[in-house]
C-alpha cells in the first residue's frame, strides 16, 4: 500500500524554537506539497516541489522554508516558531500534475507553539 | 486567482438521511474536480470529476460535475455515523505542478 509518512502526529513547542516537520512518501511521485489546514479557513498551499532541490512558494509562504534534498522527502521548516503557526499540518505527494493524478496525503501533524 | 466554494459549511442530520454538498469553483484552465473525505487522519480520495454530466458512483457516494455552470454535487444516501467526516472539494488547474485549490470543506455530522 502506498504511503506518506508524517514523522510526528502531535508537536509542541515554544515560541522562537526553529521546527521540522519531516514528510516521506514511498511512491517515487515527483511532486510534494505542504498545507496547513485551519478552521473556517480550509487547505492553504504553503509550499511544493516538484523534484530535488527545488520548490516553489504556495499561498501563504510567510515564516516557511522547506527543504527536498532528496525525491521521498520534503521537510517544512519553521526558522522560528509563533503562536499563530499554531495548526493542522498536511504533506502531500502527486505522481505528476495534480489536476491528472490528485494527491495522497499525510496523516497531518498537529502543531501547537506555546 | 482560483476560488473553490463549498457549502454548507456544516450540515447535521440524522441516520438514514440523504445529503447533497455543493461545490462551485472559479478557476483558469480547468483540469479536474476532486472530492475527498477527511476523518480524524489524512484525506481520502473519493472521487475526480472531468468531464460534464458523468455521474460517478461509489456505494451510496456519486459525485456530478457541471461545467457550464462551474459546480459539482456530492450525494450520500441512506447516511451512516461512519459518513462522519470533513467533505474537502478541491480543482486541479493547469500542466505543470501547480497545486490542488481547496474549498473550506464540509463538516458533516450523521446523529444516530
Known amino acids: 500500500d502506498v504511503k506518506v509518512t508524517q514523522s510526528s502526529r502531535y508537536l509542541v513547542k515554544r515560541t522562537g524554537e526553529k521546527v521540522f516537520l519531516e514528510c516521506v512518501q514511498d511512491?517515487?511521485?515527483?511532486?510534494m506539497f505542504w498545507y496547513r489546514q485551519d478552521p473556517g479557513l480550509g487547505l492553504r498551499l504553503i509550499y511544493f516541489s516538484y523534484d530535488v532541490k527545488m520548490k516553489e512558494k504556495g499561498d501563504i509562504p510567510e515564516g516557511y522554508s522547506v527543504s527536498r534534498e532528496k525525491k521521498e522527502r520534503f521537510s517544512l521548516i519553521l526558522e522560528s516558531a509563533s503562536t499563530n503557526q499554531t495548526s493542522m499540518y498536511l504533506c502531500?505527494?502527486?505522481?505528476?500534475?495534480?489536476?491528472?493524478?490528485?494527491?495522497?496525503f499525510g496523516s497531518g501533524t498537529r502543531l501547537t507553539v506555546v | 486567482e482560483d476560488k473553490v466554494v463549498q457549502s454548507p459549511l456544516s450540515l447535521v442530520v440524522h441516520e438514514g438521511d440523504t445529503v447533497t454538498l455543493n461545490c462551485s469553483y472559479e478557476?483558469?484552465?480547468?483540469?479536474?474536480l476532486l472530492w475527498y473525505k477527511q476523518e480524524k487522519k489524512a484525506p481520502t480520495f473519493l472521487f475526480m470529476l472531468t468531464s460534464s454530466g458523468i455521474e460517478k458512483k461509489s456505494g451510496r457516494l456519486s459525485s456530478i460535475l457541471d461545467k457550464k455552470e462551474l459546480f459539482s454535487i456530492l450525494n450520500i444516501t441512506a447516511t451512516q455515523t461512519g459518513d462522519s467526516a470533513i467533505y474537502l472539494c478541491?480543482?486541479?488547474?493547469?500542466?505543470?505542478?501547480?497545486?490542488?485549490?481547496f474549498g473550506k470543506g464540509t463538516h458533516l455530522i450523521i446523529q444516530p
Open positions: 478541491a480543482v486541479g488547474s493547469g500542466g505543470g505542478a501547480d497545486g490542488l485549490t
Open positions: 511512491m517515487d511521485h515527483e511532486n
Open positions: 478557476v483558469t484552465n480547468f483540469r479536474s
Open positions: 502531500a505527494s502527486s505522481l505528476g500534475t495534480p489536476g491528472a493524478y490528485g494527491y495522497t
